[in-house]
DNA sequence: TCATTGCGGACACATAGCATCCGATTTAAA
DNA sequence: TTTAAATCGGATGCTATGTGTCCGCAATGA
């Protein structure tokens, strides 16, 4: 099991994100510059992020995304979600249900194995849903001296 | 991300695995049989198991697999971490040390968001590993008429 | 009107998982 | 001693998924 790539960028996008002031708007090329990705691929992931309501997309010119609610109102349980797609990791084949031992009425539905699992993903999720974008924010201000939170701010500026 | 459907193949050989007597040794070809899958590819998983010392592996005639531990003591995570090998799910790419606004002396090591996946798979990994295979057996169990498990017993006396 | 930007699909490529086969080795049984 | 049964390890091919690019279309502000 792996988990993609683009839910890092995803994650990063909407800790930018989370600096554009109200109303404005960040495009995808900008997005992807700041952290040195290519456009076209950010692109995809920033669409499944406003598909799933984690972002807004701003048709036309000076358009681009934006938050759809308060960064600490996004989890990053909401981020991997939008990527990877809804859905329990763990597939249950009901495996239990073939072979020479299987009763003739066997009783159907997942078995503990699967049980198991999915039990494990609600503790990933809820680990996951308690950490938002704000958080990331904070974390990551805190590595950054104030010349470095200018520089990022003049950047921003520039990229609006 | 998706589970391999090989852990879940794994799961029910441990489970299965955990009904031999002391000294007995189930061959990969029984194994796959009981379940109805492909022989070659069981033996690859069983290999996997064998290798992460969850299951000890008999050459030779009469050969084949048994536990390594008592079920009690073997646990879904040992099996999960047999068969799609250890280390995190999440990778972190460093990508907040790319594009323009880096630092000039940028604080390496993993930032917010990796801390934040790690966290999240510590959680999955404590909530699969409270659940052994002595645990599976027993629901599995319970799941069973007595007619279905004399059924088993017998496939399992001709199987050995 | 025009340039900018997101949207959606099509396409190519790399990687990982799925599945099989083979020869070599080990070991119990004939 | 021979034979059959079984694991071990590598090589191989197929498929699904993720990565990445490109294009035409639609929308929107200048």
């Not at 040195?36 to 691929?41: N, S």
């Not at 681009?64 to 960064?71: D, I, Q, V």
């Not at 990791?89 to 159907?108: E, T, W």
């Not at 996951?128 to 201000?141: K, P, R, Y």
Request: aromatic letters at 6%.
């Amino acid at each position: 099991m792996k988990i993609s790539e683009g839910v890092e960028w995803a994650a990063h996008a909407c800790a930018l994100l989370a600096a554009v002031p109200e109303g404005g708007a960040l495009s995808a090329g900008a997005i992807a510059a700041f952290n040195d990705l290519p456009k076209a691929y950010m692109a995809k992931h920033l669409q499944a992020l406003a598909k799933a309501g984690v972002v807004v997309s701003v048709r036309g010119a000076q358009g681009g995304y934006r938050l759809a609610r308060p960064p600490a109102e996004i989890s990053l349980w909401d981020v991997r979600r939008a990527i990877e797609g809804p859905g329990p990791d763990f597939h249950c084949a009901n495996i239990r249900l073939k072979g020479p031992c299987v009763a003739p009425k066997p009783s159907s539905g997942p078995c503990a194995i699967a049980h198991a699992f999915w039990e494990a993903e609600r503790a990933y999720q809820a680990a996951l849903g308690s950490m938002t974008i704000a958080d990331v924010v904070v974390q990551a201000a805190r590595e950054q001296d104030a010349e470095g939170l200018s520089r990022i701010a003049a950047w921003l500026r520039a990229a609006l």
